[in-house]
């Protein structure tokens, strides 16, 4: 990483064992469950972790960059405890206060912050590395177990697009592409449904995926769309 460390070099185990940082992973999950919203809990904010680090590692960037992004990923949807609307911004300026009072680096604070503060499609960026690699992380977790709602007769059209994947791989081909490749049942929803809700997140892993030398690939059934 660039810059001269002038703190401590906070680690994703730090963040682990952080309780104040369960808390608010639980408690913003629980927002969302009364707004209706997909599982953001704790096996989504572990997958995204891991995947950002794996994106960034198998890229060959430094082990440093993937453990950053790996606290990132873990802390990237805690301002949703505040408000969905923004979340991104004020999940940034939480994890800040956080980091901060744990005695992080400057330069991996800013590092992190800034990939937080970019996660959210409608305001985000792929601003450096991590934030790419978050963005592509968050933006590919779809999957049916993400879905709380049993009740087929009331699912939306969220539900029925994410309930839709059986099967969900993010394949990394250096200096080539990153490739989405989704298994989608479309007696539940249709392939035109899932742009209809994901074509600006699509677009976004597309930016990322450039940040990072690559091009951005969506398969479904077999058939590559992007």
């Not at 408690?27 to 995204?48: C, R």
């Not at 198998?58 to 949807?77: C, F, N, P, Q, V």
């Amino acid at each position: 990483m660039a810059g001269e460390e002038t703190g401590y070099r906070i680690t994703f185990q730090d963040i682990l064992q952080n309780e104040a940082v369960k808390t608010y992973i639980q408690k913003a999950d629980e927002s969302l469950i009364a707004l209706g919203y997909t599982e953001h809990s704790f096996p989504h904010v572990m997958k995204v972790a891991r995947t950002a680090s794996d994106i960034l590692l198998t890229l060959g960037y430094s082990e440093r960059e993937a453990e950053l992004a790996r606290i990132a990923g873990y802390l990237h949807d805690i301002g949703n405890v505040i408000n969905r609307i923004d979340h991104a911004q004020s999940g940034a300026v939480m994890a800040f206060r956080i980091l901060d009072n744990m005695g992080a680096d400057p330069q991996d604070i800013a590092t992190i912050i800034t990939a937080i503060g970019n996660h959210d499609e409608s305001t985000a960026f792929p601003v450096n590395p991590v934030a790419a690699a978050l963005i592509l992380a968050d933006k590919t977790d779809v999957r049916y177990t993400r879905v709380r709602n049993q009740d087929f007769a009331s699912f939306d059209i969220h539900d029925r697009v994410n309930y839709s994947v059986k099967e969900s791989e993010i394949e990394i081909v250096k200096d080539s592409h990153i490739e989405l490749k989704l298994k989608i049942d479309t007696e539940m929803c249709a392939v035109m449904d899932y742009f209809e809700i994901f074509l600006n997140r699509m677009i976004l892993c597309r930016k990322a995926a450039e940040k990072l030398g690559l091009e951005f690939w969506l398969v479904i059934n077999g058939q590559r769309l992007i």
